[in-house]
C-alpha cells in the first residue's frame, strides 16, 4: 500500500484505487488467517507492516471480532 501510494507513474485516482484494491486484499487474507486459526491479537496491533492497515474500519473490526472471540466468558 505504501508503494502504490507513492508511484508516480500512476495518476492520484490511479493511487487511491490501488491502495483500496491492496487493502481490501490484505484484509480478505487477514480473515482467511482468522478463520484457520490465527489468534494474536497483539501482532496485528503492532506489526509494522500492518501500519497501513490499521486505519481502516475493516481492520479495527477485524481486532475486535478477534478480541470478542477470544475473550473468556
Not at 28 to 53: E, M, Y
Request: charge should be positive; aromatic fraction near 4%.
Amino acid at each position: 500500500m505504501p508503494l502504490a501510494e507513492k508511484d508516480d507513474k500512476l495518476s492520484e485516482a490511479q493511487r487511491k484505487e490501488r491502495v483500496q484494491q491492496y487493502g481490501e486484499r490484505a484484509l480478505k487474507r487477514l480473515r482467511q488467517a482468522v478463520q484457520n486459526g490465527f489468534k494474536d491479537v497483539q501482532h496485528l496491533k503492532t506489526d509494522p507492516d500492518l501500519a497501513p492497515l490499521r486505519s481502516r474500519t475493516d481492520f479495527q473490526e477485524l481486532v475486535a471480532e478477534l478480541e470478542k472471540k477470544l475473550r473468556p466468558d
